[in-house]
């Protein structure tokens, strides 16, 4: 956690929310960025295999911010979450750089799996309203995810817009499509007793 990485996330809420007036405003109101801090903190604990604490304290940010990050999720420079109340993400997700999340999204399990159990998303992917991605799935690059969208099992290509439930893949290297999101890997190929 460096002041560096804490710096990019107050830059990513003045670039990525109108309301947001003020560095100060910033610092002092905007709840979703505590939580990304504290789980910058807490991240750092749970990498150094300290028991508790880092839980402790992401229960702390969840109850102050609304938004749940476990611990153990990885999460990369410039990170965005607007709104937050609800967001969930879990333990094995990952998240790269630059990326925009809204309120309700949940990167979750599916109680199926066993190491890699959370989603994983490329750099400069944007995440809408209640969006639910669930398993060990990969979101590639430049990828937007519109409001209310389900995307279970199934991989996102880079360069793409996906909305629905299931979600379809609307808009591909900027041409608009309508097709089917490709299959990940049967569950088994995940299930890694």
Known sequence: MGFETIIGDIKAVKANDPAAKSYFEIILCHAPLHAIIVHRFSHKLYSWGIPVLPRFVSNFARFWSGVDIHPGA???KNFFIDHGSGTVIGETSEIG???VMFQGVTLGGTG???IKRHPTLGNNVFVGVNATLL???MVGDNVKIGAN???IMHDIPKNCTVV???GKIV???GKKVSKELPKTKTSEDF???
């Open 74 to 76: 990885k999460i990369g």
């Open 97 to 99: 750089n630059n990326c």
């Open 112 to 114: 199926k799996h066993k």
């Open 135 to 137: 398993g060990p799935i």
């Open 149 to 151: 969208t389900f995307v």
């Open 164 to 166: 629905g439930g299931p």
């Open 171 to 173: 808009k591909e290297d």
């Open 191 to 193: 299930n890694e007793n």
